[in-house]
T-cell receptor, first 113, second 114 residues
Framework: AQSVAQPEDQVNVAEGNPLTVKCTYS??????LFWYVQYPNRGLQFLLK??????LVKGSYGFEAEFNKSQTSFHLKKPSALVSDSALYFC???????????FGKGTSLLVTP | NAGVTQTPKFQVLKTGQSMTLQCAQD?????MYWYRQDPGMGLRLIYY???????DKGEVPNGYNVSRLNKREFSLRLESAAPSQTSVYFC?????????????FGPGTRLTVT
């Protein structure tokens, strides 16, 4: 089954520092990978996706993610964190059926001033 | 465009009561989904509808039913609510005509079953 794992429940970063939120995947075939962000009391918002091509994917709000096939990872990164980036981040992979997404358990990002 | 809308935003039910959560999208998407979100468990798929007229079970379908009323609307029904169904419910939609489909989410329904 297609699955992703987010090994960290919480990541703490000081404002202005680079941030990384980790995601590893387990799939058969080509992975279709996604990152979503959820602000408090809101629905999930799409950040970026990897389907094929360049291993460095750029997305919304200055976020990017690096696809690494040898390490089966798809880590989310941002060069300089903002307090407003504090939120819950979900990694997801397209399911075997092709119609749904399988989500990780989420990582809470806290950026402190 | 309103995107994906859900009603109600909040609901409190007693054990055994029934209710229907409504979802509508105005993006002409063919596929729609219902998820539940519980602390520490991420989002789990309850049911999905790949296209109008079809529905399929997801990871946690027990205790729920769905109806794809038309292309725009996809409802989730709890026939006899249980405390274990206390959760936040999200509806999502997407166009699955290509591999690169991202899902668009509604604002959620916070349900408490006492």
């Amino acid at each position: 089954a297609q699955s992703v794992a987010q090994p960290e429940d919480q990541v703490n970063v000081a404002e202005g520092n680079p941030l990384t939120v980790k995601c590893t995947y387990s799939v058969s075939g080509n992975p279709y990978l996604f990152w979503y962000v959820q602000y408090p009391n809101r629905g999930l918002q799409f950040l970026l996706k990897y389907i094929t091509g360049d291993n460095l994917v750029k997305g919304s709000y200055g976020f990017e993610a690096e696809f690494n096939k040898s390490q089966t990872s798809f880590h989310l990164k941002k060069p300089s964190a903002l307090v407003s980036d504090s939120a819950l981040y979900f990694c997801a992979v397209r399911s075997s059926s092709g119609y749904a997404l399988n989500f990780g358990k989420g990582t809470s990002l806290l950026v402190t001033p | 465009n309103a995107g994906v809308t859900q009603t109600p935003k909040f609901q409190v039910l007693k054990t055994g009561q029934s209710m229907t959560l409504q979802c509508a999208q105005d993006m002409n998407h063919n596929s729609m989904y219902w998820y539940r979100q519980d602390p520490g468990m991420g989002l789990r798929l309850i049911y999905y509808s790949a296209s109008e007229g079809t529905t399929d079970k997801g990871e946690v379908p027990n205790g729920y039913n769905v109806s794809r009323l038309n292309k725009r609307e996809f409802s989730l029904r709890l026939e006899s609510a249980a405390p274990s169904q206390t959760s936040v419910y999200f509806c999502a939609s997407t166009f699955t005509g290509t591999p690169s489909y991202e899902q668009y989410f509604g604002p959620g329904t916070r349900l408490t079953v006492t």
